[in-house]
């Protein structure tokens, strides 16, 4: 079964940084657009950010426009997620997932697998 690894969660305060890492232990990212998706407690699942399958195209949900950053390394078979100037609303259960994409889209609001995810607290 295929499955996502993330990593690179943890306490930070607000204001501050941190970057996630998704993982493909056995297989290759490099036909699959990913995405990040998150669950504040109490809350739905929401879509954060995705990246095409080549890197091309990225897309952000509003609330972390200009303060997170998608990218991937295709070498080095992983995803990151840039997350700047961190808010308490930032707080959250983190997710990679593979989303519907091509070389030049990606759509996370349609998943197709993902891993366990990473907790992400950011409070003072």
């Known amino acids: 079964q295929l499955q996502l690894v993330e990593s690179g969660g943890g306490l930070v305060q607000p204001g501050g940084s941190l970057r996630l890492s998704c993982a493909a232990p056995g297989f290759t990212l490099d036909y699959y657009a990913i995405g990040w998706l998150r669950q504040a407690p109490g809350k739905e699942r929401e879509g954060v950010s995705c990246i095409s399958s080549s890197g091309a195209r990225t897309n952000y949900a509003d609330s972390v426009k200009g303060r997170f950053t998608i990218s991937r390394d295709n070498a080095k078979n992983t995803v990151y997620l840039q997350m700047n100037s961190l808010k308490p609303e930032d707080t959250g259960v983190y997710y990679c997932?593979?989303?519907?994409?091509?070389?030049?889209?990606?759509?996370?609001?349609?998943?197709?697998?993902w891993g366990k995810g990473t907790l992400v607290t950011v409070s003072s």
């Open positions: 997932a593979a989303v519907q994409g091509g070389s030049y889209y990606c759509n996370y609001n349609v998943v197709h697998f």
